[in-house]
Structures are given as C-alpha cells and as structure tokens.
T-cell receptor, first 119, second 115 residues
C-alpha cells in the first residue's frame, strides 16, 4: 500500500528564518513525490515534484525539497521564509504502477501541514 | 490561460435535493479526477476518468456519480445529498492518468454544505 505521513499538523517560523515541512512516504517501487500548497479559499497549487535524478528538487516560490531514499523522506524547505508563505502544504505520492487496492492515477495525500510565518 | 474551473464555488443545499458540480479544463487533458477534502483526512479520491467515456471509482465513491461525455468536462453528481457529503471538493486533471510522473492540476474548489 502507498501512503504519506506529515508528522506535524502545524509549523511556525519567523520571517527570514529557514523553514522545513516534513514528509515521509511508503510506496512499492520507486516513488513519484509531489508537494502542493493551498492558500486560503484557493485550490491546490503544484510546487514541485521528484521523479528521478538529483535528490534536491527546486520548485516554485523559492521552495525546494530533498529526496532521501534511505529515510523515505521528502521534506520541503525554504532558506528564508516569507509571511506570504503561510498556507496549508500537502505532500503526495504515486507509485510507478497500480498496486493492489489502489486506483490508477491516484495521488496519495498526507493530511497537510499548516505553515504560519510571523513577521 | 490554462486552468481547471469548477462551478459553483459555494453551495448550500438540503438533504435529498439532487445537485451537480461542474468541472472543466482547457488543457486537452485525458485524465480527470474528483477529490474531497475533509479536516484531518487530507484529500481522498472519489472518481476518476482516464478519457472520454472511461470512468472508475476512487476510494470514496458512495453517493456520487460522474460522467465523461466530452474530454474537457467531468461533472460530479450527487443524486441524493446527505449531510456527510458536506465537504470541500476539488477537480483535477493531468495529461494522462497512467503515467505516474504527470502533474495533476487542481480547480479552485467547491465548498458544499448539505443541511
């Protein structure tokens, strides 16, 4: 079975400080990993994805994520947080092929992490 | 502008009154999907469609119907809504569904309240 865990419901950080939003995954085979952001009253916006290759993936708005196969993690990072980064962040995973009980094309989402950046 | 649109954005209705939430994409995507978002549960897939006239159940299909008569449209139908279907609904699309690397693009969401 494929799954994603976001161990922190909330992350609070001061503006200008680095931020990390954690994600761990479980998948059969090589994972395809995604980060989405949801601003208040808006839909999910794609931030970045890991398919293969370099373990450090760069995405939109200065975000990056580090894929760590041994720790089955895909943490989202930003060197210097902005107040405007405050939002709900979702990690998601897809396996390379449909496993037993899964639905083709489905993204498995974590529960989300609320990031608050204070001035 | 490439986008996924949903209508209505907000809807309050009563138990048993049939409703349809529309979803349309202008990117010529083959794959479309409906998710519902509930606090503490993340997003769960309701139905998906690999292409025109090809639809299948997701993880939580009970109480919902879909159709895919045209490539761009993928309406979600609640024949007899119940209060447990109060949720935030998202439509998503991607170029193809079978390729895991494809990015899914989401609509703005429809907040449904069933009284």
């Amino acid at each position: 079975a494929q799954s994603v865990a976001q161990p922190e419901d909330q992350v609070n950080v001061a503006e200008g400080n680095p931020l990390t939003v954690k994600c761990t995954y479980s998948v059969s085979g090589n994972p395809y990993l995604f980060w989405y952001v949801q601003y208040p009253n808006r839909g999910l916006q794609f931030l970045l994805k890991y398919i293969t290759g370099d373990n450090l993936v760069k995405g939109s708005y200065g975000f990056e994520a580090e894929f760590n196969k041994s720790q089955t993690s895909f943490h989202l990072k930003k060197p210097s947080a902005l107040v405007s980064d405050s939002a709900l962040y979702f990690c998601a995973v897809r396996g390379p092929s449909a496993d037993r009980g899964s639905t083709l094309g489905r993204l498995y989402f974590g529960r989300g992490t609320q990031l608050t950046v204070w001035p | 502008e490439a986008q996924v649109t949903q209508n209505p954005r907000y809807l309050i209705t009563v138990t048993g009154k049939k409703l349809t939430v529309t979803c349309s994409q202008n990117m010529n995507h083959e794959y479309m999907s409906w998710y519902r978002q509930d606090p503490g549960l993340g997003l769960r897939q309701i139905y998906y469609s690999m292409n025109v006239e090809v639809t299948d159940k997701g993880d939580v299909p009970e109480g919902y119907k879909v159709s895919r008569k045209e490539k761009r449209n993928f309406p979600l139908i609640l024949e007899s809504p119940s209060p447990n279907q109060t949720s935030l609904y998202f439509c998503a699309s991607s170029i193809r569904g079978g390729l895991a690397a494809d990015t899914q693009y989401f609509g703005p969401g429809t907040r449904l309240t069933v009284l």
